[in-house]
Protein backbone atom coordinates (compact mmCIF):
# COMPACT_ATOMS: atom_id res chain seq x y z
CA UNK A 1 0.00 0.00 0.00
CA UNK A 2 1.32 3.78 -1.42
CA UNK A 3 1.65 5.47 2.00
CA UNK A 4 3.42 7.72 4.00
CA UNK A 5 4.28 6.60 7.51
CA UNK A 6 5.50 8.84 10.51
CA UNK A 7 6.62 8.68 13.72
CA UNK A 8 5.81 8.15 17.05
CA UNK A 9 2.53 9.38 16.68
CA UNK A 10 2.14 10.88 20.14
CA UNK A 11 4.91 12.30 21.96
CA UNK A 12 4.99 14.07 25.77
CA UNK A 13 8.62 15.25 26.36
CA UNK A 14 9.85 18.10 28.36
CA UNK A 15 11.79 21.03 27.37
CA UNK A 16 15.66 20.54 25.71
CA UNK A 17 15.38 16.89 25.44
CA UNK A 18 16.35 15.89 21.72
CA UNK A 19 13.77 14.20 19.79
CA UNK A 20 13.30 12.69 16.02
CA UNK A 21 10.46 12.15 14.49
CA UNK A 22 10.67 10.17 11.53
CA UNK A 23 8.98 10.02 8.14
CA UNK A 24 9.25 7.29 5.40
CA UNK A 25 7.57 6.99 2.35
CA UNK A 26 7.34 4.01 -0.36
CA UNK A 27 6.29 5.41 -3.39
CA UNK A 28 9.63 7.05 -4.69
CA UNK A 29 8.45 10.41 -4.65
CA UNK A 30 11.28 12.95 -4.81
CA UNK A 31 9.68 15.84 -2.81
CA UNK A 32 9.08 15.47 0.74
CA UNK A 33 8.08 18.06 3.58
CA UNK A 34 7.10 18.83 6.67
CA UNK A 35 4.48 20.70 8.32
CA UNK A 36 3.24 21.86 11.55
CA UNK A 37 -0.53 22.62 12.05
CA UNK A 38 -1.65 25.36 15.14
CA UNK A 39 -5.20 26.44 15.69
CA UNK A 40 -6.13 29.52 13.53
CA UNK A 41 -2.52 29.42 11.87
CA UNK A 42 -3.35 26.44 9.91
CA UNK A 43 -0.86 24.84 8.37
CA UNK A 44 2.63 25.94 7.89
CA UNK A 45 5.86 24.71 6.12
CA UNK A 46 9.05 23.76 8.32
CA UNK A 47 11.36 22.26 5.73
CA UNK A 48 11.13 20.26 1.81
CA UNK A 49 13.48 18.64 0.33
CA UNK A 50 13.32 18.29 -3.42
CA UNK A 51 15.44 14.96 -3.60
CA UNK A 52 18.08 13.38 -1.34
CA UNK A 53 20.94 15.48 0.06
CA UNK A 54 19.11 19.06 -0.90
CA UNK A 55 17.16 20.56 1.95
CA UNK A 56 15.63 23.91 2.30
CA UNK A 57 13.97 25.62 4.89
CA UNK A 58 10.15 26.81 4.56
CA UNK A 59 7.89 29.57 6.57
CA UNK A 60 9.01 28.20 10.36
CA UNK A 61 12.59 26.43 10.27
CA UNK A 62 13.70 27.94 13.74
CA UNK A 63 14.07 25.52 16.42
CA UNK A 64 13.99 22.24 13.64
CA UNK A 65 16.60 20.47 11.63
CA UNK A 66 16.06 17.45 9.20
CA UNK A 67 18.09 15.33 6.61
CA UNK A 68 17.99 13.54 3.25
CA UNK A 69 20.19 11.15 3.23
CA UNK A 70 18.07 8.10 1.48
CA UNK A 71 15.09 9.07 -0.94
CA UNK A 72 12.28 7.23 1.25
CA UNK A 73 13.39 9.00 4.75
CA UNK A 74 12.83 12.46 5.79
CA UNK A 75 12.98 12.91 9.48
CA UNK A 76 12.57 15.91 11.95
CA UNK A 77 14.90 17.04 14.36
CA UNK A 78 14.38 19.11 17.54
CA UNK A 79 17.46 19.77 19.05
CA UNK A 80 16.36 21.44 22.20
CA UNK A 81 12.41 20.94 21.69
CA UNK A 82 10.62 24.07 23.69
CA UNK A 83 6.52 23.93 24.71
CA UNK A 84 5.93 26.39 21.74
CA UNK A 85 6.98 23.86 19.69
CA UNK A 86 3.57 22.09 21.26
CA UNK A 87 1.78 20.86 18.13
CA UNK A 88 0.52 18.82 15.31
CA UNK A 89 3.30 17.62 12.63
CA UNK A 90 2.62 16.44 9.27
CA UNK A 91 5.18 14.92 6.78
CA UNK A 92 4.37 14.77 3.10
CA UNK A 93 5.61 13.86 0.05
CA UNK A 94 4.80 14.07 -3.70
CA UNK A 95 6.10 12.80 -6.98
CA UNK A 96 8.18 16.21 -7.79
CA UNK A 97 7.22 19.34 -6.13
CA UNK A 98 4.13 21.62 -5.37
CA UNK A 99 2.06 21.16 -8.12
CA UNK A 100 1.43 17.51 -7.36
CA UNK A 101 -0.54 16.25 -5.26
CA UNK A 102 0.83 15.98 -1.62
CA UNK A 103 0.51 12.80 0.13
CA UNK A 104 0.56 13.49 3.93
CA UNK A 105 1.53 10.85 6.70
CA UNK A 106 -0.93 10.41 10.03
CA UNK A 107 0.67 12.86 12.07
CA UNK A 108 2.40 13.37 15.27
CA UNK A 109 0.90 14.98 18.16
CA UNK A 110 3.85 16.49 20.43
CA UNK A 111 3.25 18.00 23.53
CA UNK A 112 6.26 20.06 24.72
CA UNK A 113 6.44 20.51 28.98
CA UNK B 1 -3.65 39.84 2.85
CA UNK B 2 -4.26 36.06 2.15
CA UNK B 3 -3.98 34.60 -0.76
CA UNK B 4 -6.20 31.91 0.05
CA UNK B 5 -8.98 32.55 1.36
CA UNK B 6 -11.81 30.60 3.05
CA UNK B 7 -14.18 33.04 4.15
CA UNK B 8 -16.53 30.48 6.24
CA UNK B 9 -14.32 29.25 8.89
CA UNK B 10 -17.16 27.05 10.01
CA UNK B 11 -20.22 25.64 9.28
CA UNK B 12 -23.66 24.01 10.79
CA UNK B 13 -25.98 22.00 8.76
CA UNK B 14 -28.39 19.25 9.56
CA UNK B 15 -28.00 16.23 7.92
CA UNK B 16 -29.15 15.75 3.91
CA UNK B 17 -28.77 19.48 3.36
CA UNK B 18 -26.14 20.55 0.39
CA UNK B 19 -22.87 22.69 1.60
CA UNK B 20 -20.98 25.00 -0.47
CA UNK B 21 -17.41 25.60 0.78
CA UNK B 22 -15.85 28.87 -0.69
CA UNK B 23 -12.55 29.03 -2.00
CA UNK B 24 -11.00 32.29 -3.38
CA UNK B 25 -7.82 32.87 -4.86
CA UNK B 26 -5.22 35.41 -5.44
CA UNK B 27 -2.45 34.93 -8.25
CA UNK B 28 -0.58 36.46 -10.94
CA UNK B 29 0.48 32.96 -12.51
CA UNK B 30 -1.18 31.56 -15.73
CA UNK B 31 -0.13 27.46 -14.95
CA UNK B 32 -1.08 26.87 -11.33
CA UNK B 33 -2.83 24.49 -9.41
CA UNK B 34 -5.64 24.32 -6.72
CA UNK B 35 -6.03 21.44 -4.33
CA UNK B 36 -8.70 20.58 -1.56
CA UNK B 37 -8.07 18.28 1.40
CA UNK B 38 -10.43 17.07 4.04
CA UNK B 39 -9.21 16.32 7.56
CA UNK B 40 -11.78 14.67 9.71
CA UNK B 41 -11.72 14.56 13.39
CA UNK B 42 -9.02 11.80 13.70
CA UNK B 43 -6.53 13.96 12.19
CA UNK B 44 -4.89 12.79 9.10
CA UNK B 45 -5.20 14.37 5.96
CA UNK B 46 -6.37 13.93 2.75
CA UNK B 47 -6.83 14.30 -0.44
CA UNK B 48 -9.52 14.96 -2.25
CA UNK B 49 -8.88 17.17 -5.83
CA UNK B 50 -6.19 18.86 -7.70
CA UNK B 51 -7.04 21.08 -10.38
CA UNK B 52 -4.73 22.81 -13.20
CA UNK B 53 -5.36 26.27 -14.14
CA UNK B 54 -6.13 25.38 -18.14
CA UNK B 55 -9.16 22.91 -16.92
CA UNK B 56 -11.74 24.73 -15.95
CA UNK B 57 -14.21 21.73 -15.97
CA UNK B 58 -16.58 21.24 -12.91
CA UNK B 59 -15.69 18.04 -11.37
CA UNK B 60 -18.05 15.61 -9.76
CA UNK B 61 -17.36 12.45 -7.44
CA UNK B 62 -20.26 11.22 -5.95
CA UNK B 63 -22.10 13.50 -3.42
CA UNK B 64 -18.82 15.48 -4.00
CA UNK B 65 -18.28 18.91 -6.88
CA UNK B 66 -15.79 21.23 -7.43
CA UNK B 67 -16.79 24.38 -9.26
CA UNK B 68 -13.73 26.45 -10.51
CA UNK B 69 -14.45 29.71 -11.99
CA UNK B 70 -11.47 31.70 -13.09
CA UNK B 71 -12.97 34.65 -13.93
CA UNK B 72 -14.04 35.02 -10.12
CA UNK B 73 -10.82 33.02 -8.62
CA UNK B 74 -12.84 30.48 -7.35
CA UNK B 75 -12.46 26.75 -6.76
CA UNK B 76 -15.49 26.59 -4.43
CA UNK B 77 -16.99 22.70 -3.19
CA UNK B 78 -20.19 21.45 -2.83
CA UNK B 79 -21.40 18.48 -0.68
CA UNK B 80 -24.67 16.88 -1.90
CA UNK B 81 -26.89 15.30 0.42
CA UNK B 82 -24.60 15.72 3.59
CA UNK B 83 -23.63 12.79 5.61
CA UNK B 84 -22.29 12.82 9.60
CA UNK B 85 -19.24 11.40 7.99
CA UNK B 86 -18.61 14.63 6.05
CA UNK B 87 -17.99 16.56 9.59
CA UNK B 88 -14.72 17.48 9.16
CA UNK B 89 -12.00 20.70 8.67
CA UNK B 90 -11.57 21.41 4.60
CA UNK B 91 -8.23 22.83 3.26
CA UNK B 92 -8.01 24.93 -0.14
CA UNK B 93 -4.76 25.17 -1.45
CA UNK B 94 -3.59 27.18 -4.31
CA UNK B 95 0.29 26.08 -6.23
CA UNK B 96 1.66 28.96 -7.73
CA UNK B 97 4.70 30.45 -8.94
CA UNK B 98 6.52 33.39 -7.24
CA UNK B 99 8.15 36.30 -8.62
CA UNK B 100 11.61 34.05 -8.48
CA UNK B 101 10.16 31.56 -10.55
CA UNK B 102 9.64 29.23 -7.07
CA UNK B 103 6.54 27.23 -6.98
CA UNK B 104 5.26 27.69 -3.25
CA UNK B 105 2.06 26.02 -2.14
CA UNK B 106 -0.07 28.20 -0.08
CA UNK B 107 -3.16 27.21 2.16
CA UNK B 108 -5.77 28.84 3.22
CA UNK B 109 -6.95 28.55 6.85
CA UNK B 110 -9.76 25.91 6.32
CA UNK B 111 -13.69 25.21 7.20
CA UNK B 112 -14.86 23.25 9.66
CA UNK B 113 -18.09 21.63 8.51
CA UNK B 114 -20.18 19.97 11.45
CA UNK B 115 -23.01 17.73 9.96
CA UNK B 116 -25.54 17.40 12.61
CA UNK B 117 -28.20 14.39 12.61
Known amino acids: EAQVTQNPRYLITVTGKKLTVTCSQNMNHEYMSWYRQDPGLGLRQIYYSMNVEVTDKGDVPEGYKVSRKEKRNFPLILESPSPNQTSLYFCASSFSGYQETQYFGPGTRLLVL | AQKVTQAQTEISVVEKEDVTLDCVYETRDTTYYLFWYKQPPSGELVFLIR????DEQNEISGRYSWNFQKSTSSFNFTITASQVVDSAVYFCALSERDAGNNRKLIWGLGTSLAVNP
Open chain 2, 51 to 54: RNSF
